[in-house]
Structure formats: C-alpha cells, structure tokens
T-cell receptor
Framework: AQSVTQLDSHVSVSEGTPVLLRCNYS??????LFWYVQHPNKGLQLLLK??????LVKGINGFEAEFKKSETSFHLTKPSAHMSDAAEYFC????????????FGKGTRLSVIA | KAGVTQTPRYLIKTRGQQVTLSCSPI?????VSWYQQTPGQGLQFLFE???????NKGNFPGRFSGRQFSNSRSEMNVSTLELGDSALYLC????????????FGPGTRLTVL
C-alpha cells in the first residue's frame, strides 16, 4: 500500500524568500511521485514528476523537488516566492506499476505575504 | 490541444435528487479518473475508466456510479443525494494508465441543499 504525508497544512512566506513544502511517502514499490498545484476555483496542474530518473526534478515556474529514498521524502522548493505562487499544493504518490490509482496528500496551503 | 472539460461547472440540487456530471478528456487519452474534493477529506479517488471499463474503484457507496463511452467521454452519476455529497468533483484524463501524468479539468462544484 502507498501513502503520502504532507507535513504542513499551511505555510506562509514573504515574497522573495524561499519556499519549502514537505512531503514524506510510503510505497511498497518504486514509486512515481508528483506535485500538483491548485489555484482557487481551478483544477489541479502538474508542477513536476519523479519517475526513477534523476533524483532532482525541475518543474514549472521555478519549482523543483528532490527524491530522497533514504528519507522517503520528496520536498518541494523554490528559491524565491512570488505572489502568484499562493495556492494549494498536493504531493501525490503512485505505486508505479499495475493500474493502482494515485494517492493524494491532504495538501499544503501556501500563503505569500507582500 | 483542448484540455479536459467538465460540465456543468456549478450545480445546485436538493437532498434525494440525482445528478449526472460529464467529463470530456483530452483527445487521445483513454483513461478517465474521477475524484471528490472536500475541505474535510481532501481529494478522494472515486473510480477510473479505461476503454469503457471500470478499472479501479475507490471506497464510495453504490450511489456513486460512472461510465465511459467509446469516444472516452465519461459521466458520473450520484443518486439519492445527501448533504455530505456537496463537493468539488474533479475529472482527470491520462494517456493509458492512471499513474501516468494526469490532466485535470476545472471541476464541477456540486451543492446539495
């Protein structure tokens, strides 16, 4: 079975400062991992994905995440927050084999203060 | 290429009624998944369809059902609506398997009064 835990339900940063959204996962298989973003009243958009290639994954809008197997973590980072980054972020795990559905974390709401 | 579209975007129903939501996937995508999103439970998987067959099902009562047509368009139906069914219902499509990258629609906001 697989699961994902987002360690913070809400993160608040000042514009221009770094962003760190934390995610730990559990999977019986080599997982695929994703980060999605959801802006208010919108659907989810894929930020980046890890599928057993490079452990440092670069995504859209300056975000990146590092897969650390020893720590079972997949934290999302961005060097400098922008007001437009304020949204809900979801860490997602897939078993990566078979047709098992994606498992979503509870989400982290990112607030960016001017 | 057009994205995933969902209709209607907003819906208000009363308890006991039934509702049908529609999802048109990205052209060429054969897998369609449905999710329920609520503030308390977050994103929960409802079911996935692939080539007109339900391939996976989440832990929801039988009042929630779905189907997929030969053109990959999908519908979900909720019968005997309850207040707790109020939620944002999201549809996502992907090329083949559900662990591929999923592309999400904007959702249908269902309010049950």
């Amino acid at each position: 079975a697989q699961s994902v835990t987002q360690l913070d339900s809400h993160v608040s940063v000042s514009e221009g400062t770094p962003v760190l959204l934390r995610c730990n996962y559990s999977s019986s298989y080599s997982p695929s991992l994703f980060w999605y973003v959801q802006h208010p009243n919108k659907g989810l958009q894929l930020l980046l994905k890890y599928t057993s290639a490079a452990t440092l994954v670069k995504g859209i809008n300056g975000f990146e995440a590092e897969f650390k197997k020893s720590e079972t973590s997949f934290h999302l980072t961005k060097p400098s927050a922008h007001m437009s980054d304020a949204a809900e972020y979801f860490c997602v795990v897939s078993a990566g084999e078979g047709n098992t559905p994606l498992v979503f974390g509870k989400g982290t709401r990112l607030s960016v203060i001017a | 290429k057009a994205g995933v579209t969902q209709t209607p975007r907003y819906l208000i129903k009363t308890r006991g009624q039934q509702v049908t939501l529609s999802c048109s996937p990205i052209s060429g995508h054969r897998s369609v998944s449905w999710y329920q999103q609520t503030p308390g439970q977050g994103l929960q998987f409802l079911f996935e369809y692939f080539s007109e067959t339900q391939r996976n099902k989440g832990n929801f009562p039988g009042r929630f059902s779905g189907r997929q047509f030969s053109n990959s368009r999908s519908e979900m139906n909720v019968s005997t609506l309850e207040l707790g069914d109020s939620a944002l219902y999201l549809c996502a499509s992907s090329l083949a398997t559900s662990y591929n990258e999923q592309f999400f629609g904007p959702g249908t906001r269902l309010t049950v009064l």
